[in-house]
């Protein structure tokens, strides 16, 4: 499995030639580095401009700390005294990075704030919130962030300085989770019984979420500075409003051990994927579709590098963020708790991959559309807004939809073919690795539709394989590894659990 790719991307191979032109000069032996994915590559640049604005974030934060005459160590105190300074960094940093269009990032937030306080408890409330976030979604894409040459010639002058990233509206659509979040939660604090302040204080992340404030923690400082909060402004993880109040209000132990221990998983998580770039070149042969004459399990080896470049090149940014937020007393959820190639169930992987987006679309669309009471229409409804929040192209549409399907029959296995009723049989732990199996084979397929080779690619691939006695002898091999894999998954979780961790995934 390292071998093919690596030997794909020696400069011997004769489709080197057709991407080299992609390659960088790398810093590993002498290699050239794969650095052709934009996405990564914008962060991949940016890593030390960015570990500066964090040593300049933490240290003017000690400073306002000594000038506000609190210790900034005691996590027994509320931390509500960091507010003015979390709002006022975010407003800099938001100057910096999108220019003149700080003015229609703070008219969105106005308004989407306006609809809130305006209408509270009422069920228009999230009518209109959804309505309102749902079209500056789509319009903000449509028409490039909206210029305000187009309002009136006057105002031309103010695109000329958009800032260090001027497409602004690329991230903002994690800041419409926020805004959603917000609101909704706002509107069950006005409508739900008891009342905020007789629920009790929270012990958990779930009870942080569910439980809400009194009126006054619903101000328009608070909602500034947790919808532009600095350390995960830009790609998350998502906190929702509640449990971001609760831990300023309530700050947690997190310990400089704990926090030493993350830094080092991302930075072996950095490294590897840099091992990675430099020696595996699938990005590059991706995008140039460089494959032709490529063996069967040679182009699956594309494809599977490809996904693992997906799920580093996210998971690196995020911890990153995480780690941000960390340092500064928030814990966000972890958004990637399982590797890409630990993972045999479909809602396994949803509930692993992007984690604190899946625990958001859960608590603001899926419960509130019925959950498993309207299962089939909450599950086509939820992957298609996953879509076209991340991107609205049919690619992506296609990835959502064929989730949904590929979901459908692992639903139906539970439902009918439960453990409680067979799982003492011998046989039970072998039919769920098949059916695991297939459901790895669906979920990559998907993932490689929506973001890799799209539907050309793996139709050339799918080809390929159904085209000789090669790929049918590929793909017999390829099930039994897989069957093998899905028993070491098993062991693994229930390892786990003997440790009492349940993770649901």
């Known amino acids: 499995m390292v071998w093919l790719p690596v030997k794909l991307s020696n400069p011997s191979h004769p489709n080197y030639h057709i991407y080299a032109y992609k390659l960088s000069h790398g810093w590993l032996f002498g290699r050239q580095v794969d650095d052709s994915d934009a996405q990564y590559h914008s962060f991949r ?27 900034s160590a005691n996590a027994s105190e509320s931390r509500l005294h960091v507010v003015p300074f979390m709002l006022s960094f975010s407003a800099v940093f938001l100057l910096a990075l999108h220019g003149t269009s700080i003015l229609k990032i703070f008219g969105i937030l106005a308004i989407n704030y306006a609809i809130s306080k305006y209408l509270g408890g009422s069920r228009l409330n999230p009518l209109l919130t959804w309505l309102f976030n749902g079209t500056v979604l789509f319009t903000s894409e449509l028409y490039s ?38 609101n909704m939660d706002y509107y069950w ?63 947690l132990n997190i310990s400089a051990r ?22 595996m070149y699938v990005v590059a042969i991706k995008d140039t579709a460089a494959w032709y004459g490529d063996s069967v399990a040679e182009l699956s080896m594309v494809g599977f590098w490809n996904l693992i470049i997906v799920w580093l090149k996210l998971l690196i940014p995020w911890r990153f963020f995480r780690l941000w937020a960390l340092l500064d007393g928030i814990d966000p959820p972890e958004n990637m708790v399982r590797c890409m190639a630990n993972n045999y169930s479909a809602l396994g992987f949803w509930r692993s ?17 019925g959950g498993t009471k309207n299962l089939k229409f909450t599950t086509v409804l939820v992957f298609s807004f996953v879509a076209l929040w991340h991107d609205l192209s049919f690619r992506l549409l296609a990835w959502g939809w064929l989730v949904s399907l590929f979901i459908l029959p692992e ?22 690795a098949i059916g695991g199996i297939f459901n790895i084979l669906m979920m990559m397929t998907a993932n490689l539709v929506g973001f890799v080779i799209g539907t050309e690619g793996v139709s050339y691939l799918l080809g390929r394989i159904v085209s000789g006695w090669e790929g049918v002898q590929f ?13 070491v998954m098993f062991e693994y979780r229930e390892e786990e659990m003997r440790q009492g961790i349940y993770r649901r995934c």
């Open 258 to 279: 704990e926090i030493a221990g993350y830094a080092a998983r991302f930075a072996s998580c950095l490294l590897t994927m840099e091992f990675v770039l430099h020696y």
């Open 145 to 182: 962030g909206y210029h305000f040459g187009s309002l009136h010639a006057t105002l031309g002058a103010l695109d000329g300085w958009q800032g260090i990233y001027p497409r602004w509206y690329i991230t903002f659509n994690i800041t419409m989770l926020r805004l959603i979040s917000f």
């Open 189 to 251: 604090a006005c409508s739900q019984k008891p009342a905020p302040h007789e629920a009790g204080e929270p012990s958990s992340h779930k009870e942080r979420t569910n439980i809400a404030h009194s009126p006054d923690m619903y101000s328009f400082t608070h909602y500034l500075a947790y919808s532009v909060y600095s350390p995960l402004y830009i790609g998350g993880p998502i906190v929702t409003f509640n449990d971001f109040m609760w831990q300023l209000r309530k700050p």
């Open 353 to 369: 991959w992007h984690r604190s987006y899946n625990l958001w679309i859960v608590r603001y669309i899926y419960i509130p559309l």
């Open 411 to 432: 639903i139906a296995a539970r439902y009918f073919f439960t453990e409680k009723a067979y799982g003492d049989r011998w046989w039970y732990r072998h039919v769920c």
């Open 45 to 71: 640049g940016n890593v030390p401009v960015l570990a500066a604005v964090v040593a300049l974030f933490l240290s003017l934060k000690a400073a306002y700390a000594r000038l506000r005459n609190r210790a």
């Open 475 to 487: 793909v017999l091999f390829t099930c039994f590894c897989l069957f093998v894999a899905v028993q």
